[in-house]
């Protein structure tokens, strides 16, 4: 097991885990940090959730495009897809289990969050893709196998987005849909590569339905 990434900060906000009842594990992007993508709590209301933000050596969870062949970003890929597992692992210890968590991330991590519940489907308690896709240079060829077996998946994209291509977007939208989650896509025009209103309401909403039963 690679372990590239294991010994790095890893963030907390929100409940205990004993009393929560629910989990978020949230993934930065490229040049990000934990701190960076915690900050979204700040925004959400997060009671009943207990979240965590794991943090990727050198600011990078793999070091070339996230189009590029996959063999090209091992193995930090797997030690990432690891950390991933890890906390799911933990949270599922501690009496919260996959489907009660939210995996979300932001460019970098959101490939990662996808890559991950695409390899490893199961029922989970929502997946949140904000500027991101699928991991490789052939979404379409993949192979994954299993069933997503409805969880909620939120894709949020521009339509022009300089790092994440459109047509990735809508490949890995098809492909979640094809592994039984349920996805709602939107795409704004002429947004960047940021976080808007919009998606963390939508966010919010997926937050909600986990605490509230």
């Known amino acids: 097991m690679e372990q590239l990434h294991q010994d790095q900060p890893l963030l907390h906000a929100g409940d205990p885990v004993t009393s929560a009842k629910?989990?978020?594990?949230?993934?930065?992007?490229?040049?990000?940090?934990?701190?960076?993508?915690?900050?979204?709590?700040?925004?959400?209301?997060?009671?009943g959730f207990t979240c965590f933000a794991p943090e990727a050596a050198g600011g990078a969870w793999y070091p070339h495009r996230f189009m590029e062949p996959v063999e090209m970003n091992e193995p930090y890929l797997t030690s990432a897809l690891n950390i991933v597992e890890d906390l799911l692992t933990n949270l599922n210890d501690a009496g919260i289990p996959p489907t009660q968590v939210i995996l979300l991330g932001f460019s970098q991590g959101a490939c990662l969050v996808s890559e991950y519940a695409a390899r490893f489907p199961q029922k989970y308690g929502g997946v949140v893709v904000l500027s991101g896709g699928l991991i490789g240079n052939g979404v379409s060829l993949r192979d994954y196998n299993g069933s997503l077996d409805k969880t909620p998946v939120f894709v949020g994209c521009s339509d022009r987005d300089a790092h994440i291509p459109l047509s990735r977007v809508q490949e890995s939208t098809a492909a979640l849909r094809k592994l039984g989650a349920e996805v709602e896509e939107r795409i704004y025009p002429n947004m960047g590569h940021t976080i808007n209103r919009d998606e963390l309401e939508a966010v919010q909403q997926m937050m909600n339905k986990l605490v509230e039963g």
């Open 22 to 47: 629910a989990a978020m594990i949230l993934i930065h992007g490229r040049g990000a940090s934990a701190s960076d993508i915690l900050s979204l709590t700040r925004e959400l209301d997060i009671t």
